[in-house]
């Protein structure tokens, strides 16, 4: 009966490691993408936008300051 309860126990310990590498993965693409959404994303969209606007190409318009 003992063996049968260590290979149960070895196995849950197993299956536990398991979801713990499948957590932290979890975890890190989550704050990665939330930075990503938040901060990368409205950063590049801004810049694209002022190179856009110092070209006088905003808004699909081709006046050129002088």
Do not use: Y
């Not at 196995?11 to 938040?38: C, P, T």
């Not at 002022?50 to 006046?63: A, D, P, Q, V, Y």
């Amino acid at each position: 009966m003992d063996c049968e309860e260590d290979e149960i126990n070895q196995n849950k310990r197993w299956v536990e490691g398991i979801m713990d590498a499948f957590q932290d993965g979890l975890a890190g693409g989550m704050i990665s993408s939330l930075l990503h959404i938040l901060i990368v994303t409205p950063v590049i969209f801004l810049w694209l936008r002022e190179r856009e606007f110092k070209n006088g190409t905003l808004f699909g318009t081709s006046i050129r300051r002088e």
